[in-house]
Every structure is written in C-alpha cells, then in structure tokens.
C-alpha cells in the first residue's frame, strides 16, 4: 500500500502511471453497441462515517448519483440512517465499524480514526474521491491514482472551533480540556502532513477554500452543495403547529441555537419551532420559554412542510457554507443569519435574508424585528437558491474531476 503523501499538482515529479485521459460516469455495459471501448476507472469514494444525514451526506448522495458503480468505504456506518441511493451502493467494511461505542459514541473514536483511515484499502482503484470534513481527506491511494477531496471543511475540533465544540459542555469534559488541547494539536500535525495527499481540492465555499489555503498551504476550486430545488418548493402553509418561525438543525454546541432561544424571550409575541435532536437539547429546553417549542428530529420526507411553513428561518451559528439556509430559500422562506462564515455566500443581504453581526440574543432579536418590519420576496429567495439546483452541482464536479486528470497529464508531460 502506498503510505506516504503524494506531492501535489503542481510539483515536479511525475505520476508512476499517467491515468485514464477521461472520467467515464457511467457503467461499461452501457457503451453503445459498436463503440470503441474507453477506459473506464474504478472508483472509490470515501465518507468520514454516515451515522447522521445532513449536509455533507446531501453532497455524498450527489456523488453517488455521479459515481453509482462505485464503491463507499466510511469510518462508522449505521445502516438504515441514509438515503436509499446511499444505501444502495456498494460498502466496504471498515475496522473502525466493529469498534465498542462506533455506533451510538463516533466522536469518541477520533483519536482512532487517521490510522483507521490510513488502512482502508484503496490499491484497486484509479480515483478515489473523498467527502471530507474529518480524516477522510487522510485515505492513501494507489500509486498512480488521482484523489480528488470535497472538503466540507478543515478538522473544526482541530484548527480553529475548539471551543465552540465544547461550548455547553458537562465540568468533567471542561477538567479533560488540557487532554483534548493535546489531541487537537496532535490531529492538527496530522492533518497537516496528510494534506499532500490529495491532488485536487474541492471547497464547499469561498470560505474554506479560504482556511484550506491557510492550513494547508493548497488552492481549492470552489462548488457549492446541492439544493434539491424540486423537493423544496413554496407551497401552501398547512404545517400543523401555526404561526411559526424555524430553526432546523442539529442540537450542538457549534449550532448556537442557544442564541436564537434566548433571543425569542425578547420576542414573545412570536412563536419559534426548533425541528432537530442533539446533545444539547436538555439545556436549550431548560433555557426556553413558553414560546419556544422542540419537536425533535424530523423526518426526511417531513423537511419541506416544515421549511415552507416558516415566515423565516434563525440559522444563528457560523457554518463553513451551510444547506439549510439553501434549502429555506427554495422554499421562499427569508433567513436570518449570523453575518460569518458561508451564510455569507449562500445569502443575499436585504433581498433573501437579514444578518446580524454579534453573537447575542439581542442581536437575533434586532434582525428577526428588521425582518417582520421589512419583509422580503419569496420569489427572490427560491431564485438565489435555484443557483445552487443538484444539475449544477452535478457538472460543475464533473468539470472539476476532469480538471484533475488533465493537470495531472500536463504534469506527466511536462516531467517526460
């Protein structure tokens, strides 16, 4: 197995074997009769675990629609928790898998997981494309075989959002700080020399090709994740529950949806409905009040009533980009969000939605006030995020794939 990083495009040292010239999507039987046969790699893709379904998954069904012959190696996998296309693929098994606690305590596995990365076995394939916002970015390929990573994101817990991952937390996790400090540092140097690894990075925003360039010294090219725009649409309000304004979202400490429950105790005449389930959510009830209401975790098919029912959506915590502002959009709903991060670049300011710039409750309570007093056009909203429609997405990682193998030819050439 190759195990040590491979130099990025870009260096002087030429691929062991130059790779198939064209990225073929499709599967060999379905060449059309008569046709000249056309190299046809084998794939892999890799996901850091599948043990939730939110963003990263939603960019990982993508991939699986581009690649549906391929084969799926996670970290952690809980089956039944995807979508019925990632469910449908091929799935390798990993180490990892068969570990105490992988299932129901994934986090607590970290330290495991850049060595469990590294003994995937990848030798058979000629691409490997990973979904990374962990270690998946971390996966060896085979000599000669080009890798391709989406990066949701540098390690948060490593680089830079320590402290809002422990923000909340229990005192027995605070007295383990000068551990996890420890741990972060260790990650970060792996992470770090692992970075070469890939060929071609893929950012999901400006934003992380952004921090990709500042930790790992690497240019990105950036496509945003997919929007299902014909899942989430506008439609008539007869989600059960009335009057109501949405955050969507898992219940973490990063999230701050503390934010936006503090806030609606400035805002009592208006009702707020939290859709999501986490570890967080014994506290934010304990912070509540009357106006404020938790309804757990939702179904998949359930999103876009509750989305489409909303007279706007609180997205209070700083995301890397962030789907589901996109997803509200299209469904021709506002966003109030905090004015950092890939908000920024998935919401257009005073046309799809209203940004508040300090991390307080009197903030969220100001930009939700701004917003009922100035209401904005659902059409204009489910425009923005047509932008971003699965089509889109679809090609421009298409383009970016073969992007990798032509650099990577003009390299060999240039090195013959």
């Known amino acids: 197995m190759y195990s040590s990083p ?60 581009l690649f549906p012959y391929a084969t799926l190696h996670t970290l952690v996998r809980q089956p039944g928790i995807a979508t019925p296309r990632i469910e449908a693929m091929r ?22 997981y850049p060595t469990a990365i590294e003994a995937l076995d990848l030798s058979a394939y000629d691409l490997v494309v990973s979904s990374s916002h962990c270690v998946a970015k971390g ?9 391709v990573c989406y990066c949701h994101t540098p390690v948060r817990y490593a680089w830079d959002r320590t402290d809002d991952y422990l923000r909340g937390t229990t005192p027995a996790l605070q007295l383990a700080r ?105 506290r934010l009830q304990a912070l509540a009040g009357p106006n404020v209401q938790f309804v757990g975790r939702a179904a998949e098919s359930e999103l876009p009533k509750w989305y489409a029912g909303a007279n706007m959506l609180i997205f209070p915590g700083e995301e890397d980009f962030g789907i589901v502002p996109l997803e509200a959009q299209a469904c021709g709903v506002p966003v109030v969000a905090l004015g950092r991060g890939g908000a920024l670049e998935s919401v257009i300011a005073d046309q799809t939605g209203v940004f508040f710039s300090q991390e307080t409750p009197q903030s969220v309570a100001a930009a939700v006030r701004q917003l009922v007093q100035n209401p904005l056009q659902p059409a204009a909203c489910r425009a923005n995020a047509q ?30």
């Open 178 to 282: 000068p551990a996890i400090d420890l741990a972060a540092r260790w990650l970060r140097r792996w992470d770090l020399q692992t970075a070469g690894r890939v060929d071609l990075y893929v950012a999901n925003s400006q934003n992380t090709a952004n921090k990709i360039r500042k930790f790992y010294g690497r240019s990105a090219i950036v496509v945003p994740p997919p929007v299902q725009c014909e899942r989430f649409a506008p439609f008539a309000r007869s989600q059960p529950g009335g009057d109501y304004d949405l955050v969507l979202g898992g219940l973490v400490p990063y999230k701050r949806v503390d934010l936006a429950v503090q806030a609606y105790a400035e805002l009592p005449e208006r009702k707020l409905i939290i859709v999501g389930d986490g570890p967080e959510r014994q």
């Open 139 to 147: 996966a060896i390929a085979a000599p000669g075989a080009i890798h």
């Open 91 to 112: 799935h390798a098994p990993s180490l990892a898998d068969r570990l105490p606690l992988a299932h129901h305590h994934h986090r607590w596995l970290l330290p495991v």
């Open 387 to 416: 932008r971003f429609d699965r089509p889109q997405f679809l090609q421009r990682m298409t383009a970016a794939i073969a992007l990798a193998y032509q650099q990577r030819t003009s390299r060999a050439q240039q090195a013959a």
């Open 6 to 65: 491979r130099p990025p495009l870009g260096s002087n040292t030429a691929a062991p074997h130059p790779p198939s010239p064209q990225v073929r999507l499709d599967a060999p039987d379905q060449q059309p009769s008569g046709s000249v046969a056309r190299p046809t790699p084998t794939v892999a893709l890799v996901h850091d675990w599948l043990v939730t379904l939110r963003g990263g998954e939603r960019v990982l069904d993508a991939l699986c629609e």
